[in-house]
């Protein structure tokens, strides 16, 4: 046995795999993580029925592996580790100019792109009375593109938006996001490290909408406003870069008079809690919920004795965005397809909206698959 | 399951060889057996009955061929049973689908194929088998009596699905007795962590960059970018299977087995024929052995050597898929190896530079034969090669992966081995870099997993 110790690498070796192996079996199973925001895998119970159909051993492989001990740490390390190789990009995530972490979006789903459009041609068809606006955002590599990696090959989202503009119903109003949010370029307009537009950014694409309509926005300067710092969004969750840096989170504590989530009473407008945790933004209209209605009395537009109503269509974006229009119609409403709880035809006869806007980010449009329930 | 897995390097190892270890000598074999079958059945029970029907098939046969020497007949039998066997299985699970759609295509048929995934290493482990019975037909060895150690032989799991190609007559002294001493398991571990790293830290990574230009789509890219993928994945090819077989020897030293080498400095030859001296070895060895020598070797008539040839190169080529391209690149290889033999080969050898670049640059077009199933795609990405087209796409993967082709480049020339060889007399320099190694691979595999799903919040 004392031959084992001229050899340091052997027990060394041994210990390492058979020490991490039982500190990994020894820890508690956690559920949730919330860095890779999703549940964990748990251990499998084992049955002969599972194993011989190969069900168990690929659950059992995913447990061990979301389990495994120090499991955001070595994520880390392999992190530190790619950014040792000179690389500039992790994970899918490139790193640009003055800390802007973008995406790496090489191709667009043009099938994709094609239904949702179809899907979006067909509503408006279903429901002529209606009076729809159609808004797609670029994501940020667009508005900055000087701050993109040289040969990234990002997808032009300015050609495809115009694209999909031209095959839209002739009745439906489209907004050009582009420019206006180019414009003020120079603002804190988008995160460095999420993928979401800045409440400032959404007050931008607000204004937008509002002059398209040819009413006045809201000024900023009238709202009281909080700033939330040490935000790392879902661009770092993906790469953890060991040089990221922060983002600020800024609410406006716009006055409100009820706010009901899928039918349940909220106090205000966000999820004060999630501002202290690490997915800020599921903070705005306390995350996406299917119907979402906002009452205020805040409409500068007011006409007595009429209650004037929208409906936005949204993903993620809209739930910064969507609060502001509280300045122009007396009840705001709120759908996220991907968690409404009715159909869309129940939901639409059971109530009358005075302007329909439907708003998604780009990548977002050409991905989502809920589009469809537009139609149901 | 594969070793550069978690489960593997932290449950299935560790256990494996503390089991191993504790077991007293005549267990051995036994512990082998079972913890092999457990790695080959997981994620794939269903194959193991084809894995014990091996095991017995070889072992009853080459018994019942060594009991009946004389009776020249039954051995015969018996070793066509083996033939048939082995390659039947192999032809059955890896080809069926691919006779059936060629047929499907040339006749009009409309022949259904199967639905079964391939068992793991099949295209290895019936060729081990296989070399034995053989080799105990010729009377090359004895047939071997203990049926614990034949199937330990079989499914011995560290060769098991990736290779080397291990005979029998490579190991059959250590399967009866081995010592199983310090100094061996050192230098597997060390092995290991070389394989490891080749395979985690070098191959995926390099991988990765031939992932996105075939996801950007051959018409999309610039030539340079072209090259620069094709560049990586014949990195990627050589490090993943070498790294494998080095993991592979690795943890037959840790057992207390010698394998053969595999690879040795594949890219630094100076023709084709050096080359397939170099990389997988025991593929090459075997097809010389088992298929090329039977046929008569070189011993034969100018035309009927050169048709030898042929045939173990388009066989070497199939071997390596159920598909046409294949098929091509084990043809390439007939090509360049006719033309060196002929005349080419003394003209490379006393060539310094040229006869490395002649390799380089078409080493790294056969790769392009290899990688490209898709014929259409094939033409497309040629052409690519060769007509120029501009673009910066090729600056932006430049810029991400120089670092990794400089590492790759190092790696893949002797130089690494002279310069750990001066390193590692320094106990510590020697214990950090193969901890560095370790740790890191260990993140990547980690890294692997993560799945932040951030897509439900867009």
């Known amino acids: ?376 | 399951m594969v070793f550069s897995s978690i489960i593997f390097l932290f449950r299935f190892l560790p256990i494996t060889l503390f089991v191993y270890y504790l077991a007293p000598k005549k267990m051995k074999n036994a512990v082998l057996v079972v913890c092999s079958l457990f790695f080959y059945s997981w994620g794939e029970v269903k194959y193991f009955p084809i894995m014990i029907a091996s095991v017995l098939v070889d072992y009853i046969v080459s018994l019942t061929i060594e009991k009946n020497r004389e009776k020249k007949g039954i051995c015969k039998i018996c070793m066509g049973i083996s033939v048939l066997f082995n390659l039947g299985m192999l032809f059955f699970f890896k080809y069926t689908n691919f006779f059936v759609e060629n047929i499907n295509a040339l006749t009009g048929a409309h022949l259904s194929g199967i639905h079964l995934t391939l068992p793991l290493g099949i295209s290895f482990y019936t060729f081990q088998t296989l070399s034995y019975t053989i080799d105990v037909y010729r009377g090359k060895t004895k047939a071997e009596r203990n049926i614990v150690n034949f199937a330990a032989f079989v499914t011995l799991f560290p060769q098991l699905i990736a290779g080397p190609i291990v005979k029998y007559t490579d190991i059959s002294r250590e399967l009866r007795e081995r010592k199983i001493n310090f100094s061996q398991i050192n230098e597997g571990i060390t092995l290991f962590i070389f394989g490891l790293g080749k395979k985690v830290l070098i191959a995926n990574n390099i991988g990765s960059l031939w992932d996105q230009v075939q996801e950007l789509g051959f018409s999309n890219i610039s030539t340079p970018l072209a090259w620069l993928g094709i560049l990586a994945y014949s990195f990627q090819i050589y490090f993943d299977f070498s790294g494998y077989s080095l993991m592979a020897i690795g943890m037959g030293k840790m057992l207390g087995f010698e394998f053969p080498q595999n690879f040795n400095y594949p890219y630094i030859a100076k023709s084709m024929t050096e080359f397939w001296r170099r990389w997988h070895i025991t593929l090459s060895s075997w097809f010389r052995e088992y298929v090329y020598i039977p046929l008569g070797g070189n011993r034969v008539s100018k035309p009927r050597m050169y048709f030898n040839i042929f045939i173990v190169w388009a066989a070497t080529g199939f071997w390596h898929g159920a598909s046409w391209n294949f098929v091509l690149w084990g043809l390439f290889f007939f090509v360049f190896l006719v033309i060196e033999k002929t005349f080419l080969l003394k003209y490379l050898e006393k060539s310094h530079v040229l006869s490395h670049v002649y390799v380089c640059f078409f080493l790294v077009l056969s790769w392009a034969l290899f990688a490209i199933t898709d014929f259409s795609q094939l033409g497309i990405f040629l052409q690519k090669l060769f007509s120029f087209t501009s673009g910066t796409d090729w600056l932006y993967y430049l810029r991400n992966y120089f670092i990794t082709f400089l590492i790759a480049i190092f790696c893949s020339v002797p130089l690494v081995e002279k310069w750990y060889g001066k390193v590692k007399k320094k106990t510590a320099v020697n214990l950090l870099i193969l901890a560095v190694i370790l740790i890191v691979s260990v993140a990547y595999l980690v890294d692997a997993t993560y799945n932040p799903f951030l897509y439900f919040r867009f």
Not at chain 1, 45 to 64: A, D, G, M, R, V
Not at chain 1, 203 to 220: A, D, E, I, M, N
Not at chain 1, 314 to 337: A, C, H, I, M, R
Request: aromatic letters at 16%; one cysteine or more; hydrophobic letters at 35%.
């Open chain 1, 1 to 376: 046995m004392k031959k084992i110790l001229k050899f340091p690498l052997i027990w060394l070796f041994f210990l390492f795999l058979f020490g991490y192996m039982i500190f990994d079996v020894s820890q508690y199973n956690k559920t949730f993580s919330e860095l890779e925001n999703r549940e964990l895998a748990q251990r499998p119970t084992f049955t002969l029925s599972s194993f011989y159909n190969n069900k168990f051993s690929p659950k059992y492989e995913s447990y061990i592996n979301d389990q495994f001990v120090l499991r955001d740490q070595w994520i880390t390390l392999k992190s530190l580790s790619e950014s040792l190789l000179g690389k500039i990009e992790n994970n899918g995530i490139m790193y640009g100019e003055n800390g802007y972490m973008f995406q790496h979006y090489t191709s667009a789903d043009m099938e994709r792109i094609e239904t949702n459009t179809r899907f979006v041609n067909e509503f408006i068809e279903m429901y002529p009375d209606l009076n729809v606006c159609m808004g797609i955002i670029p994501n940020s590599y667009m508005v900055y593109p000087e701050k993109v990696p040289l040969g990234a090959g990002q997808v032009d989202q300015a050609a495809l938006t115009q694209q999909i503009y031209s095959n839209l119903h002739p009745s439906v109003q489209t907004l050009d996001f582009l420019a206006p949010l180019q414009e003020k370029k120079d603002e804190y307009i988008f995160y460095r490290t999420d993928h979401h537009w800045t409440t400032l950014g959404a007050y931008y694409g607000y204004s937008f909408f509002c002059s398209s309509k040819g009413w006045g926005p809201v000024s900023l300067d009238a709202i009281d406003k909080t700033v939330v710092s040490d935000f790392y969004g879902t661009y770092f969750s993906k790469t953890k870069a060991h040089n990221a840096v922060a983002d600020t989170l800024t609410y406006y504590h716009i006055p409100v008079t009820q706010v009901l989530v899928d039918g349940t009473e909220k106090n205000g407008l966000y999820d004060l809690e999630k501002f202290q945790q690490r997915d800020k933004y599921a903070a705005f209209l306390w995350g996406n919920n299917g119907i979402t209605v906002i009452k205020s009395e805040n409409n500068l537009r007011k006409e007595e004795g009429k209650t004037s109503r929208i409906l936005v269509i949204k993903d993620s974006y809209g739930n910064s965005f969507s609060p502001f229009l509280t300045y122009q119609y007396d009840e705001v409403y709120v759908v996220d397809l991907r968690s409404i709880p009715v159909k869309m035809s129940e939901f639409l006869a059971e109530n009358s909206f005075d302007d329909v806007l439907i708003l998604y980010n780009f990548m977002n449009f050409s991905s989502d698959t809920n589009l469809a329930k537009l139609r149901y």
